[in-house]
């Protein structure tokens, strides 16, 4: 699904140059749900912003789905992050002027997917994620645990081979974010590979795979 072969990471700031991401090597398989953990700084974020072709590494390379996939130009990441990568942030990042509906199906109109399909993509993903009710609220109607669960309905619809989460459950109490989980976990089985950045030690542990990111080096964890 995914590789990276040494890649580094470093960002020119007010004291000099600060290394990110140190020598990281990762091979992800199609349907492998790995986890990373790690204090804040560790280089997480930016392992994430690489994954999902937000950023490009410094050195080393980056392949996703057998293709090079760090230093492509803006037009050619966003139709890569499009066609293969869904997103899932702690912050949600839903459109605010859009209905849960129209946020759901929004990755689908940048397909070109008619507009009956995308409806018919979206309407289902929802009521998979117990939904349907919300169609046709926006995210200023829904609650945290809620508009998190429209993110995992986006992906859902989209279904892509790669699911990149960031913290989804973060900003969520405790049984928001283990529905958040189960939807991961039910994409997972799904045939969905999975990447999960979190710090939460109980949503890690669901993951076979686990790792963690220490001064911008991936490392195994204790005991895996």
């Known amino acids: 699904m995914l590789e990276l072969f040494h890649v580094s990471k470093t960002y020119q700031g007010a004291g000099g140059r600060v290394a990110a991401l140190r020598d990281v090597n990762l091979k992800l398989a199609p349907g492998e749900f790995l ?23 410094s050195q080393g390379e980056y392949r996703l789905m057998g293709q090079k996939a760090g230093g492509l130009a803006p037009n050619q990441a966003a139709r890569l992050r499009n066609q293969a990568i869904g997103f899932i942030f702690q912050s949600f990042n839903l459109a605010p002027a859009l209905t849960a509906l129209e946020n759901v199906e929004l990755p689908l109109s940048f397909r070109g997917q008619s507009r009956a399909l995308r409806r018919q993509a979206a309407l289902e993903a929802l009521a998979q994620v117990g939904l349907a009710d919300r ?63 979190t710090h939460d030690p109980r949503a890690a542990a669901q993951a076979p795979r686990r790792l963690r990111m220490e001064n911008g080096r991936l490392l195994p964890l204790e005991g895996q």
């Open 35 to 57: 986890s990373v953990v790690g204090p804040s700084g560790s280089g997480k974020t930016t392992l994430m912003n690489i994954l999902g072709c937000l950023d490009s590494p």
């Open 135 to 197: 169609a046709n609220h926006r995210p200023s109607e829904l609650s945290g645990g809620q508009q998190q669960r429209v993110a995992a309905a986006r992906v859902i619809a989209a279904q892509p081979p790669l699911i990149l989460a960031d913290e989804p459950t973060g900003s969520l109490d405790r049984a928001a974010g283990d529905q958040v989980m189960a939807l991961l976990g039910q994409m997972n089985r799904q045939g969905c590979a999975v990447v999960l950045i």
